[in-house]
């Protein structure tokens, strides 16, 4: 089986559109990525329908848009990865549909990619990256969890979110405020402006054992303060209301995550950390992190802010792994809604993991 250097990937698992080329030589060669924040924020959040019908428009443009910048043509792509899942089913369905029918035309192999796995692995695209084993915090609009991970495809869940993710808590908690859509960094950024010591929120499921998250009852709960407090103001004081509810909201949910890395760390004596997925641009997570992982002498690793969120070069660089290790698709697109991180396993386990 002949080495495979250059790698296309292609993420479309919700409203974003990501298109990348990853060499495992030369590293990442290219990426470009479509928003969709313009095209739901009407709406207040994502429509599967419309992001479905905006990733058909934006595929092709990206993929020729990145052969370009990398100075390439198609002929020199060797493989081909794509999102399988989790994800919106229609919006999997048209970068697997592309991405399949790229490799079949090409006469490469595809191979479909966790979407998960991306952003667990997107730190290895940094300099310096971790070495395996690691704890991963992963943290998105979709999911919280925490992770040991032993080696590619050997992963196993410490805790997870019972009820709503991170990412999820914050943009409820941000329209509940009355903020804009992506709401997470609006409220992010609002909590920048206020008093921490106003309103101390609860810190879920820190006060017992084990590594499970639950952040539904802090949303509630922020929703209850607000208004109460809210009850006959307008205007700045208003303003300064929301601006204090997003720092205590915020401050709950960052010293949730860091109470609980620290004891994942301390129960599982690895001795990296990676922080992965949208939440982990958030600049307070960072820094509270940082610290505490020093005390703990343990090393923090993050993708660069560009790759928290969704993106193409973490579906490349994920598959280009799997891919040299010998794994391949089958012919059906296998796109799933719901898959387990746990379900995966290492290449050459048992064929492709999905199709």
Request: charged fraction near 20%; include cysteine; hydrophobic fraction near 45%.
């Amino acid at each position: 089986m002949a080495a495979i250097d250059i790698v296309l990937g292609v993420e479309s698992s919700c409203d974003e559109t990501g298109v990348a080329l990853y060499s495992g030589r030369r590293g990442l060669l290219a990426h470009a990525l479509h928003s969709q924040v313009a095209l739901h924020a009407e709406y207040g959040g994502v429509v599967p329908e419309l992001a479905s019908r905006d990733h058909v428009r934006r595929l092709v443009p990206l993929v020729r848009r990145v052969l370009d910048d990398a100075g390439l043509s198609l002929a020199a792509v060797e493989g081909v990865a794509y999102t399988a899942g989790p994800g919106l089913m229609g919006a999997l369905l048209t970068g697997a549909a592309l991405a399949r029918s790229l490799a079949l035309g090409l006469g490469v192999p595809a191979v479909a990619v966790h979407h998960m796995e991306g952003h667990l692995l997107a730190p290895l695209l940094e300099t310096p990256a971790p070495d395996f084993p690691f704890l991963a915090l992963l943290v998105s609009g979709g999911h919280t969890m925490l992770v040991a991970v032993e080696g590619l495809g050997r992963y196993r869940v410490l805790g997870e979110s019972i009820d709503d993710a991170v990412g999820e808590a914050f943009d409820k908690t941000a329209k509940l405020l009355g903020l804009g859509y992506p709401g997470g960094p609006a409220l992010a950024a609002l909590a920048e402006q206020g008093d921490s010591g106003r309103f101390h929120f609860p810190r879920p499921m820190t006060d017992r054992p084990g590594l499970d998250f639950s952040f539904s009852g802090l949303k509630t709960h922020a929703l209850t303060v607000f208004r109460r407090a809210a009850d006959g103001l307008s205007g700045p004081a208003l303003d300064r209301l929301r601006a204090d509810v997003a720092r205590a909201f915020e401050e709950a949910v960052v010293d949730t995550l860091v109470i609980k890395c620290r004891r994942a760390v301390r129960e599982s004596g690895l001795p990296r950390l990676v922080v992965a997925g949208g939440v982990a641009a958030n600049r307070r997570l960072r820094a509270r992190l940082d610290q505490a992982m020093a005390a703990e002498g343990v090393q923090v690793f993050y993708p660069r802010p560009a790759f928290c969120t969704d993106n193409g070069a973490m579906i490349a660089h994920a598959g280009w792994h799997r891919l040299a290790a010998g794994e391949r698709s089958g012919l059906a697109l296998g796109v799933k809604a719901r898959w387990r991180l746990d379900e995966l396993k290492p290449p050459g386990w048992s064929g492709s993991q999905s199709g």
